[in-house]
């Protein structure tokens, strides 16, 4: 040590140079991007949030509903019966809601052939800032915006995302609230996709 | 210092910095970071707790304060807490405006409940601004209701009173 209180020069030692590395290395990795991210959900609450699916809405039949999407048609629930029916609740102003929805929308690419069939309602006030998140996305299934009674209709639609799972024959059978682990959605949607139509 | 003793010490580093980071790494790859949503500027001692409110509310002869809904107006007509008034989402500028105008008038010792629960707390772009517009226009009692998921699950569903409606 130097008079006068200063610090020696790093390392002092050679042989201590690994261990002082070492010591550095764990103090400084969470300053360093990417692992400074400390907002990143934890696997394990995430797989919490995602267990939590008792709803009342649960295998029954899904509210039918009728809106018009960004492009102008009619999107109605039930034109989609025999297809498994990722329905997504989301807003412009959700942070978590448009890290899901790219992948969504490459689900939609990879399992479309066989019959998933996402949809997408907005819960923005308005359609404007909607539209533009779309095209930004290049989201490539419909997406309309939604409005108080199908929010009702859907037990409530009071936070987001709000994702559910439609069977083919049109039965809720899963509800993912909030920030949840992709694969934990994606594997049960294989599962229903794995699966035949019950009725016809 | 001896170059191999150099060269042990960065790889030591780098295998180091790549095992403490390896879970938020993996994590990272699935989650872009979303920007952070203000909240943690709020001090603790100006949150409320949901059951806090809810006793306040059915508390005969209390201050009750002003509750203004700072989140979604579709949110708000689905469910509110009865007697709250929306005030526009703090994150933008049309709700910033909106709630600004809403309290212009009172004055700064006035109790008010600010609270939106669109999102996970963490990730609620709107209370924290609308918290720091309250504080810089000088009321000193603001409290932000602590919604951890979203109003749904932390008031709607813990039976706690709603109502419905713009």
Redesign the interface.
């Known amino acids: 040590m130097q008079a006068g209180g200063s610090v020696a020069p790093w390392?002092r030692t050679?042989?201590r140079?690994?261990l002082?590395?070492?010591f550095?290395?764990?103090i400084?990795?969470?300053l360093?991007p990417?692992?400074a991210?400390a907002?990143?959900?934890?696997?394990r609450r995430v797989i919490a949030?995602a267990a939590r699916v008792g709803n009342p809405l649960l295998n029954k039949p899904a509210p039918d509903f009728a809106l018009v999407d960004l492009n102008g048609q009619t999107l109605r629930l039930a034109a989609y019966r025999g297809k498994v029916v990722l329905l997504n609740f989301w807003?412009t102003?959700?942070?978590?809601c448009?890290?899901e929805m790219p992948v969504f929308a490459a689900w939609q690419r990879q399992h479309g052939p066989q019959g998933l069939q996402v949809i997408g309602i907005s819960?923005?006030?308005d359609a404007a800032p909607a539209r533009r998140l779309v095209e930004r996305l290049k989201l490539n299934y419909p997406v309309a915006v939604?409005?108080?009674r199908i929010?009702?209709r859907y037990g409530?639609?009071?936070?987001?995302p709000l994702t559910f799972l439609i069977d083919r024959d049109g039965v809720a059978r899963a509800r993912f609230?909030?920030?949840t682990d992709?694969k934990v959605i994606e594997n049960r949607l294989k599962t229903l996709l794995a699966q035949r139509r019950a009725q016809k | 210092m001896p170059v191999d003793l150099r060269k042990r010490a960065v790889a030591i580093a780098v295998l180091a910095v790549l095992c403490v980071g390896r879970e938020r790494m993996w994590a990272a790859g699935q989650w872009a970071a979303p920007p952070p949503s203000g909240t943690s500027a709020i001090p603790a001692a100006q949150l409320i707790q949901p059951e806090e409110l809810n006793k306040l509310l059915h508390t005969r002869g209390a201050e009750m304060p002003l509750i203004l809904q700072v989140g979604s107006h579709l949110m708000f007509a689905q469910a509110h807490i009865p007697g709250a008034e929306y005030a526009g989402p703090g994150s933008e500028s049309e709700g910033v405006q909106l709630l600004r105008g809403r309290v212009a008038s009172l004055p700064r010792g006035a109790f008010i409940v600010l609270y939106c629960g669109c999102c996970p707390w963490n990730r609620c772009p709107n209370v924290g601004p609308a918290y720091q517009l309250l504080r810089g226009m000088g009321f000193t009692r603001v409290k932000v209701l602590y919604l951890a998921d979203n109003f749904g699950d932390d008031w709607a569903n813990k039976g706690f009173p709603v109502a419905s409606g713009r």
Request: charged share 10%; net charge negative; glycine share 14%.
């Open positions: 390392p050679g042989r140079a690994p002082c590395a070492l550095v290395a764990f400084a990795a969470p360093v990417p692992f991210y907002g990143v959900p934890h696997p949030c807003a102003w959700c942070a978590p448009q890290v819960m923005d006030d939604g409005d108080e929010g009702v409530g639609v009071l936070g987001l609230q909030g920030e992709m």
